[in-house]
C-alpha cells in the first residue's frame, strides 16, 4: 500500500476544484473540500449526513437527515462527478479521490 502525503492530497483537491466538473458545481466542491479536510484532520468518523449538512452546506442545527435526502443526492452527484473528472480531465492525475458509497 502506497502512503500519500496530506500535500498531495492537497494538491490533488484542489486540481479537481479547478477543474470544468467542479468550477461551476459550488454544492458539489463544498462537500469534496468538506470531507477531504475532515479526513485529513483524522475526523472521518464525524462525517455524517447531519455534519455535511451543517458544517459544510450551512444548515441549520433543526437539519434532519431521515426526512430530507439533499446530502445522499449530493453524494451521489458527487461521486458521478469524480468519475467524470477522472475518466476525463483526471486519467493521469496520481492520486485518486474517492467517496466510498455508504460512507
Request: net charge positive; no cysteine.
Amino acid at each position: 500500500m502506497t502512503i500519500i502525503s496530506q500535500e498531495n492530497i492537497g494538491t490533488q483537491l484542489e486540481r479537481i476544484l479547478d477543474s470544468s466538473e467542479f468550477m461551476t458545481a459550488k454544492r458539489l466542491s463544498q462537500f469534496l473540500r468538506y470531507v477531504v479536510e475532515q479526513t485529513l484532520k483524522g475526523q472521518s468518523d464525524s462525517i455524517k449526513q447531519y455534519t455535511i449538512a451543517v458544517e459544510a452546506f450551512g444548515y441549520g442545527a433543526d437539519f434532519n437527515p431521515q426526512s430530507d435526502s439533499i446530502i445522499r443526492i449530493q453524494a451521489r452527484r458527487l461521486r458521478r462527478a469524480l468519475d467524470q473528472y477522472y475518466f476525463r480531465q483526471g486519467k493521469e492525475d496520481p492520486v485518486r479521490i474517492e467517496i466510498p458509497k455508504g460512507g
